[in-house]
C-alpha cells in the first residue's frame, strides 16, 4: 500500500486548515455553542442507524458550522461507528442477506480505493458527481411515466458497482448514502428490512475507514475524549430513528427516503459549486 500518498493527504489538510485555531474538542470540555452543535450531529447520527434514511449526511454540515468540514468528518467518525453498534442491535433480525453478501465487500472495496486515490481525488468533483447522480435517480423516478415498476432483485454488477461507489463516497466525504439509495430503493424491500441493510453495509464501511482515518489524521486522547461525551445524544437518536421508522408507514417511509435523497443530492451541489 501507498503510504507515501496519505503523508500528502495530511499536508494538504493542514495545509488547507492551517488557518482555523485548535479545535475546541482539543481544549477542556465546556458546554458552549460548539458541543451542542456537536450533540446534534451526533443525534442525527443516531437517528441515521435507527432507520432514518439520509439524516446522518446532515450531521458534518451542522458541525461545519463551528469548524472545518475535515475536522468535522474526523470528529464524527467515532459516533458513526459507536452508532453502528446500536443499529446492529436494533436491526439484527431485519436485514436483506443477499444485498449485505454483495454490498460489503464492494464497500470495503470502496474504502479500500479511496485510501489509495486520497492525495489525487478532487472532493469536490466527486461530490458534484454523486449530486447529479442522487437528483438523476430522484428526477426519473418520479417524472416516468410508468411508476408502478415491478420490483428488482438484488443483482451482483449493480451492487458490485453502487456499492464500490458508496464506500469510496463514504471514505471521501461520509457520503455514501446516495449510491446505496440509488441501487436499493428500485427493490421496494419491506422498511425494516432496508434500513437493517443500510446499518450493516456502513456499519462494516465505517469500521473499514478506522485505520486509514488513523493514518491519515492521528485521533487524540482528548478527541477520543470529546467524542466520548457525545454517545449518549448518538444512542437517544438510534433509538427515536427507530421508533420512527417502525411505526411510519411502507409508503411515507419510501417517499421519506426519496425526499431525503434530493435534499441531500442538491446540498452536495451546492457544496460541490460554492466550493
Known sequence: M????????????VHQHASHPVPAYHRPMQFDALFW???LAAFLVGSSKGGLPAVGMLAVPVLSMRMSPVLAAAL?????????VAGLWLYRRDYSSPN???????????????????????DRAITFLISLV??????????????????????????WFWGTLAGFTSFISH????????????????????????TIVFAVINAAK??????????SVDGLSYAAALVPFALAGALSG??????????????LVQVSLFGVSIKLLVDAVMG
Open 175 to 198: 457520503a455514501g448514502a446516495p449510491p446505496f439509495q440509488v441501487y436499493m430503493l428500485p427493490q421496494q424491500l419491506p422498511k425494516a428490512e432496508f434500513a437493517g441493510t443500510a
Open 76 to 84: 464524527l467518525l467515532p459516533i458513526f461507528v459507536v452508532s453502528d
Open 100 to 122: 449485505v453478501r454483495i454490498l460489503v465487500p464492494a464497500g470495503i472495496a470502496g474504502v479500500l480505493v479511496g485510501w489509495l486515490t486520497a492525495a489525487w481525488v478532487s
Open 37 to 39: 452543535l456537536a450533540a
Open 134 to 159: 442522487g437528483l438523476g435517480f430522484c428526477l426519473n423516478l418520479w417524472l416516468r411515466k410508468n411508476r408502478d415498476a415491478p420490483a428488482l432483485p438484488p443483482q451482483r454488477p449493480k451492487g
Open 210 to 219: 478506522i485505520i486509514p482515518y488513523q493514518n491519515l489524521r492521528p485521533y
Open 2 to 13: 501507498d503510504l507515501s500518498a496519505g503523508g500528502q493527504v495530511v499536508s494538504r489538510i
Open 242 to 255: 427507530a421508533y420512527l421508522t417502525r411505526h411510519v408507514s411502507q409508503r411515507w417511509f419510501y417517499l
